[in-house]
């Protein structure tokens, strides 16, 4: 979910606001033209590459879809698909293991980040603080497919690394939903901590700066944690009936699907796998629908809350600016607290980076297989093209954002809702799938094509100006100076560095996505190189060493993006990837 791009409470007593309000209607579509000229082009692309996937995967739903036929010729059944999907007998059961997870999830990510945000928050040393969120937050950037491969690894019976596995937990159909369910919480932790870290500094950087506010570790502290982690559960109440495909995809298998399989997993192998498209585009649609309604009602509760609490009105008033005031004991005890989940932290890096150096692991020349002939290649040649990818994406990204921080743009309240619609339904891979399937030649680019909208992140860079330069907005048009001057002047150079920020998330998305190249290159000779890890964790490898090594390798882009702009990757921009909680 992203943030509110909302005028701030306190806004400036100038004269633009004044000026342009006197303006009349068409007067105010010539003083802001700019603006519906620049989001054309944007938009335009959007309507091709997600609207009309979408509009595809609908009329397939409402249709008996025949692949030969196609659209226009398959025969109309209306909601007769949906019975269908209703009536089957597994459909029940997918549906409550979806909701079970997803709500198991969300309550333990909420009540542990809670306990984890107070803890840190009472740790004096900001060095030692900003270290243990730092390390809270690693594993959001560890690519799911790198997880799920070294899950296999360490619960394999015949390779286990440091125990006995009798019984391979990813084959018990009871254990393994609590597994699934605490393995996305050690995963996501890191963000609703750093969200709630800094509301708290939001709000300590406000007591400093007016001394007569009421003050206390109620107001300061646990007030602000609260608002900000149930703003992070109900943002994960959007995704009720989503899940994270690329970990599920490589985990769940047959003997789990009584407490395990979803209705995503079902979505793909019925729409994909076994080509019962207008089933599997049923499927689709209902999540799609159920998104939407929960997008729209959680962007109603939270766009104050949002704005207020987790966007800060200045670089330094995050996290930044909390004073811990528990003493050498209230660092103590939040170290401590901290340390359980820092340690499986650092656990999970051995396991990835050193153990397979001395595990005694066969790593000469007859350990290696031909996906360490093909991995080099994909990583250079996928690198670049997502690297050109979220260059685009960033330009994209800034054009769309613009018009929200005009606040009397003619039709800016139809454009938000616009946005939003799209942004609530998503996309729909069935009808992605089918409009580029001919494609073969052109199979890669297209993936990255169709993966290059976050609408999101749109609106986490018009709140951020918002919150930040809605006065300097204000003044600049007061002064007579056109819009596009206030684009080159005031907006990115405001903005450039959360763009950054935002366009590095979207590269490690793009990376570290397993569901699309699944779908459109099977082929390992254009694999990139999340698909070349799978089809290795699948494939029969007299070694584990190439699976290993391919873990090494893919996570490396993601995490050393994360460390180099740590310290602009914070909470408003992680908002952006809401669809990864």
């Known amino acids: 979910m992203p943030s509110n791009p909302e005028r701030p409470e306190h806004p400036a007593s100038g004269t633009a606001y004044t000026e342009v309000e006197g303006l009349s209607f068409g007067q105010r579509i010539w003083k802001y033209k700019l603006h519906y000229f620049i989001v054309f082009p944007p938009l335009a692309l959007l309507f091709a590459l997600q609207v009309w996937p979408l509009i595809m995967g609908v009329l397939i739903a409402l249709k008996d879809y025949n692949l030969f036929k196609g659209i226009a010729g398959s025969e109309w059944v209306g909601l007769g698909n949906?019975?269908?999907?209703?009536?089957?007998?597994?459909?029940?059961?997918?549906?409550?293991?979806?909701?079970?997870?997803?709500?198991?999830?969300?309550?333990?990510?909420?009540?542990?980040?809670?306990?984890?945000?107070?803890?840190?928050?009472?740790?004096?040393?900001?060095?030692?603080?900003?270290?243990?969120?730092?390390?809270?937050?690693?594993?959001?950037?560890?690519?799911?497919?790198?997880?799920?491969?070294?899950?296999?690894?360490?619960?394999?019976?015949?390779?286990?690394?440091?125990?006995?596995?009798?019984?391979?937990?990813?084959?018990?159909?009871?254990?393994?939903?609590?597994?699934?369910?605490?393995?996305?919480?050690?995963?996501?932790?890191?963000?609703?901590?750093?969200?709630?870290?800094?509301?708290?500094?939001?709000?300590?950087?406000?007591?400093?700066?007016?001394?007569?506010?009421?003050?206390?570790?109620?107001?300061l502290t646990l007030l602000p944690a609260l608002r900000a982690v149930a703003a992070f559960m109900l943002i994960q109440l959007t995704l009720l009936l989503a899940e994270p495909l690329d970990l599920m995809q490589v985990l769940v298998n047959p003997m789990v699907y009584e407490t395990a399989d979803t209705l995503g997993l079902y979505a793909f192998r019925t729409g994909i796998i076994t080509a019962e498209f207008s089933i599997g585009a049923a499927a689709q649609v209902l999540q799609s629908v159920?998104?939407?309604?929960?997008?729209?009602?959680?962007?109603?509760?939270?766009?104050?809350?949002?704005?207020?609490?987790?966007?800060?009105?200045?670089?330094?008033?995050?996290?930044?600016?909390?004073?811990?005031?528990?003493?050498?004991?209230?660092?103590?005890?939040?170290?401590?607290?901290?340390?359980?989940?820092?340690?499986?932290?650092l656990f999970g890096l051995?396991?990835?980076?050193?153990?397979?150096?001395?595990?005694?692991?066969?790593?000469?020349?007859?350990?290696?297989?031909?996906?360490?002939?093909?991995?080099?290649?994909?990583?250079?040649?996928?690198?670049?093209?997502?690297?050109?990818?979220?260059?685009?994406?960033?330009?994209?990204?800034?054009?769309?954002?613009?018009?929200?921080?005009?606040?009397?743009?003619?039709?800016?309240?139809?454009?938000?809702?616009?946005?939003?619609?799209?942004?609530?339904?998503g996309t729909h891979p069935l009808g992605e799938y089918l409009m580029l399937r001919e494609l073969t030649g052109l199979r890669p680019a297209a993936l990255v094509m169709t993966g290059l909208f976050n609408l999101a992140a749109v609106f986490v860079l018009a709140g951020v100006f918002n919150r930040r330069c809605d006065e300097r907005k204000r003044a600049h048009e007061a002064s007579g100076r056109g819009e596009l001057h206030a684009f080159f002047t005031l907006f990115l150079p405001q903005t450039w560095r959360t763009l950054l920020a935002l366009g590095a998330l979207h590269f490690v998305t793009l990376w570290s996505g397993l569901m699309r190249p699944l779908t459109f290159l099977p082929d390992p000779e254009q694999a990139p190189p999340m698909l070349l890890l799978y089809q290795s964790i699948h494939g029969q490898q007299e070694s584990i060493w190439p699976m290993l090594q391919a873990c090494i390798w893919v996570s490396l882009p993601p995490l050393v993006l994360f460390l180099l702009l740590r310290r602009w990757i914070v909470s408003e921009t992680l908002l952006s990837q809401w669809r990864r909680f």
């Open 82 to 219: 949906f019975s269908a999907l209703f009536d089957r007998p597994e459909f029940i059961r997918l549906l409550g293991n979806t909701v079970s997870i997803n709500l198991s999830h969300m309550l333990l990510t909420g009540i542990g980040a809670l306990v984890l945000a107070l803890a840190l928050a009472a740790v004096r040393p900001r060095w030692l603080r900003g270290a243990l969120e730092t390390l809270l937050l690693l594993p959001f950037f560890v690519p799911l497919t790198v997880v799920a491969a070294l899950m296999v690894y360490v619960f394999s019976p015949s390779q286990a690394p440091f125990f006995a596995v009798e019984t391979p937990l990813l084959l018990q159909a009871d254990a393994f939903r609590s597994a699934i369910v605490l393995l996305r919480t050690a995963l996501v932790w890191g963000v609703p901590v750093a969200l709630a870290l800094t509301a708290i500094g939001i709000r300590h950087a406000a007591a400093e700066a007016q001394p007569q506010l009421p003050g206390g570790y109620l107001r």
């Open 290 to 345: 159920v998104q939407l309604v929960l997008v729209a009602l959680v962007y109603l509760l939270l766009r104050g809350l949002l704005r207020r609490d987790l966007v800060r009105p200045r670089a330094d008033a995050g996290a930044e600016a909390i004073r811990g005031r528990g003493g050498a004991a209230g660092t103590t005890i939040g170290s401590l607290i901290a340390l359980l989940p820092a340690a499986l932290v």
């Open 350 to 425: 051995y396991v990835l980076f050193i153990h397979p150096w001395l595990a005694g692991i066969d790593t000469g020349p007859a350990a290696q297989s031909e996906l360490s002939g093909l991995l080099g290649g994909a990583m250079l040649r996928y690198g670049l093209l997502y690297a050109l990818a979220a260059v685009l994406f960033m330009a994209l990204t800034a054009l769309l954002a613009y018009p929200l921080t005009a606040r009397r743009l003619p039709g800016r309240a139809l454009y938000v809702c616009g946005l939003l619609l799209a942004l609530g339904l």
